[in-house]
């Protein structure tokens, strides 16, 4: 009866040292009000000065996103009341953004416009315990970029399907780290229905409290069944921002939601016009790194790995390329592949900085596969080598051996230890002809049992059926 018609507001913080218009630190979880000064508290008589680190990563989004870059941009004071914004009012961009006319390509292989992105300041914090509020104005300052999309998502599985291959660019061309939690990443989401092939937009909602991707989804899938109850009981829609309750599952109303002239726009008299220079375009085109979806392309042309393995190394740079840095030592992609999304990342999910505390090398986790696919070590050997040199730097060789970790295969000597086996479970070997198959797992089990996990298990495997079906 009624298509859904979404937008989204992505603000991203920039991965900056310093504020936009001010020295002072953008560090994260500082004490409260200690990275403040003058400039960013809006004291009277003080005069702003842009960070080109901000443009600089502001162009480098603008050219993954396939934007047109705007020559000449100004900067525009948009202007609120609000207990976190010491000016009342942000340093913005309206009229000349930093780019416009943008496009991503979401997995299905549909291409959502980018209106625009342009560049601000961040807010404060506010900070609120019982019956009062803290206000903490460290964050008041700090580069964001917003990316404005198209209303050109059709339902939340799409948005948060864009939100997911942003995140991916976001953090591969390494202009944000996008951490939610820390608020690197915010996003609102403007949302209306339309009757069925209808021109006519139908009234925007602009959702916000939204801190995770999932979140924007679930908050989506709510709205989208408050609106078609209204409209279905002749209710009209009415323009507002909504806030997303994550504990009830349910937006509720926060305001009617202003139009652009509510913030009287106009130039920032305390900074001039800039010139983007055709030079630092080129070098930020250039230097540009590959995005993720032509890597996973190249993942599967160059290594024939299907769409899903190359998708789920992509997901996470410091994994591809990790798994890149193996292949230079072992060539085998698809073996790689198989350690690396098993007792690899067993044992990096148990790291409390994550990837970033890895302390095996890349030379010695080839070294572990090669041992593994020449059957020197068996699984649970692999799984003991990465418990011990992925959290700490070890020997490869000198693990194996203080372990004792070389596996058994030799024929004669594991038919030995089978026989013995064989011998004490007589109920298993009843339990075999009976058609109970699990059975031989559990021979198999004493087997690993008797020789300390060192038996090479397929070659005891073989030996066991044979002798059962004797």
């Not at 990563?57 to 705007?70: E, F, M, P, S, W």
């Not at 913005?92 to 979401?106: E, N």
Request: charged share 30%.
């Amino acid at each position: 009866m009624f298509d859904t018609v979404i937008g989204l507001e992505v603000h991203v913080q920039l991965n900056t040292k310093s504020k936009i218009f001010c020295s002072c630190s953008t560090q994260f979880e500082s004490p409260p009000n200690t990275n403040i000064c003058p400039v960013c508290c809006g004291y009277p008589g003080v005069l702003p000065v842009f960070n080109q680190e901000a443009l600089r990563l502001g162009l480098r989004v603008g050219i993954a996103l396939n934007c047109k870059i705007n020559s000449s941009i100004y900067f525009e004071r948009k202007n609120y009341f609000y207990p976190d914004l010491p000016k009342d009012y942000q340093i913005s961009q309206y009229k000349s953004p930093l780019g416009y006319q943008g496009s991503l390509k979401i997995d299905a292989g549909k291409k959502i416009g980018i209106e625009r992105i342009h560049l601000e300041e961040d807010a404060g914090k506010l900070i609120h315990k019982g019956n009062y509020s803290l206000v903490d104005f460290n964050r008041t300052g700090i580069p964001l970029l917003e990316i404005v999309s198209l209303p050109q998502l059709t339902s939340p599985k799409e948005a948060f399907d864009y939100l997911q291959s942003l995140k991916l660019i976001l953090q591969y061309i390494g202009v944000s780290s996008c951490d939610m939690e820390k608020g690197y990443l915010r996003c609102d989401a403007n949302i209306s229905l339309k009757k069925k092939d209808a021109n006519i937009f139908g009234t925007k909602v602009e959702l916000k409290n939204m801190n995770s991707f999932k979140g924007v989804k679930a908050a989506l899938e709510y709205e989208i069944k408050r609106q078609t109850k209204q409209l279905k009981d002749k209710k009209i829609i009415i323009q507002e921002t909504r806030l997303w309750d994550s504990d009830k599952l349910k937006t509720i109303a926060m305001r009617s939601k202003e139009e652009a002239h509510d913030y009287r726009y106009f130039p920032e008299p305390d900074l001039p016009d800039f010139a983007v220079p055709a030079e630092l375009i080129k070098q930020e085109r250039e230097s540009l790194e590959e995005l993720p979806k032509a890597r996973v392309e190249r993942f599967i042309k160059q290594y024939q790995l299907s769409k899903e393995e190359s998708s789920l190394l992509v997901e996470n740079k410091q994994l591809a390329d990790f798994f890149e840095k193996v292949l230079d030592f072992f060539n085998e992609p698809k073996k790689v592949y198989k350690l690396l999304f098993g007792p690899f990342l067993e044992q990096v999910k148990l790291l409390e900085s994550g990837f970033s505390g890895i302390k095996i090398s890349a030379k010695d986790f080839a070294k572990v596969v090669k041992y593994f696919n020449q059957k020197k070590i068996n699984n649970r050997g692999v799984k003991k080598i990465l418990a011990i040199a992925v959290p700490e730097k070890k020997d490869i060789d000198k693990i194996i051996k203080a372990e004792g970790l070389i596996q058994l295969s030799d024929q004669k000597g594991l038919e030995e230890i089978a026989e013995k086996i064989l011998e004490n479970n007589p109920k298993a070997i009843k339990e075999y002809k009976q058609g109970k198959t699990k059975a031989i797992q559990f021979l198999l089990g004493q087997v690993m049992k008797e020789t300390r996990g060192r038996a090479n298990p397929q070659l005891v495997r073989k030996i066991f059926e044979r002798r059962l079906k004797e």
